[in-house]
């Protein structure tokens, strides 16, 4: 159960939506796909779900090449897109009989299978409903449903939390946990809390092009810089926190409240306290950052994009 992308390339017309993307996710492995709008995420699931062609390059799941053997990668493969299509003048239990027979589930085990999934979608409640009557959350339920139906060995989501509420987001997020202890499992998202408590390893693009490829831990282990919170009661000259030893960059959050990006290994504390006594500045909050994932993707998406 493993999904290969090697030398991935798209282009339409003059654009290069992919270059040259080589990864793979292992049996097991949740990983989380990242990148900034128009990165190539949904390119990349569309090609390796078999929607799109690529323009060069292959992806391989449990052996068969999307581009050849589509039929028997939608056997093995659940897919649920960005843009949840569903059909709204159907009952949730109908709908997931429909898709069930369209992967050619006999009768006999749709019977137990569509309460199966119904039960560990949450959707026991529902699923006598019209899916156009259900709300957001539970329209991703049923899109997570009919990727499940058929019980495949990979499971690849785009976005599968978007629009949905903090409480929606964490049952979503537990529902995918339970369903990939046996699976191999590619999302994409842009919340990076998600990313923290589901995934072992990220895998980042940026303009079409691999810029990360690791393990979660390993990235926040080698971020290069710390992060200090300072907050005054007043303005300050950034050109006098700039001044301090160690300090590389000033971001003002709001009049008064200071991001202070740092040297690795380097303790500001003290040397705030000492700048702010000897200017008589009011200094009203100090905290130290630990490291961000939200800030490792913002340097990787940021730094190629200058580069």
């Known amino acids: ?92 239990h109908e709908y997931l009989q429909f898709v069930g027979k369209v992967f050619q589930i006999t009768s006999s085990e749709l019977k137990k299978r569509v309460p199966e999934i119904i039960a560990l979608c949450g959707l026991d409640r529902e699923q006598n409903k019209k899916i156009e009557a259900l709300s957001k959350g539970y329209r991703q339920r ?49 919340i990076m809390q998600e990313v923290q408590a589901l995934c072992d390893r990220v895998v980042v693009i940026n303009q079409g092009t691999l810029v990360a490829d690791d393990r979660v831990a390993s990235l926040l282990k080698h971020q290069k810089n710390t992060f200090l919170v300072v907050e005054f009661e007043s303005g300050v000259d950034e050109q ?6 160690g300090v590389e960059k000033v971001i003002e959050l709001k009049p008064g409240l200071y991001r202070l990006v740092t040297t690795t290994g380097f303790d500001l504390r003290s040397e705030v306290f000492r700048m702010a006594s000897e200017r008589n500045l ?25 580069a």
């Open 1 to 92: 159960m493993s999904l290969h992308v090697s030398n991935l390339t798209k282009v339409y017309g003059q654009q290069k939506a992919l270059n040259d993307v080589s990864f793979s996710v292992e049996k097991g492995e949740i990983v989380g796909f990242l990148g900034p709008n128009g990165a190539g995420k949904s390119t990349t699931m569309k090609i390796a779900t078999g929607y799109l062609a690529s323009t060069s390059g292959t992806v391989t799941i449990n052996g068969f090449e999307v581009a050849t053997h589509s039929v028997q990668i939608r056997k093995i493969l659940g897919y649920l897109p960005e843009h949840n299509p569903l059909y709204p003048d159907m009952f949730v």
């Open 142 to 190: 049923v899109g997570l449903a009919q990727a499940l139906i058929h019980n495949p060995e990979v499971l690849i989501l785009d976005e599968p939390t978007t629009g949905l509420d903090p409480n929606q987001i964490l049952e979503i997020r537990k529902l995918i946990k339970q369903i990939s202890e046996n699976k191999t499992v590619i999302f994409s998202t842009h």
């Open 240 to 245: 006098v926190l700039l001044s301090l030893a």
């Open 282 to 306: 009011s200094l009203i909050g100090l905290r130290q950052e630990e490291n961000s994932l939200e800030e490792i993707f913002r340097e990787l998406t940021i730094t190629t994009t200058q």
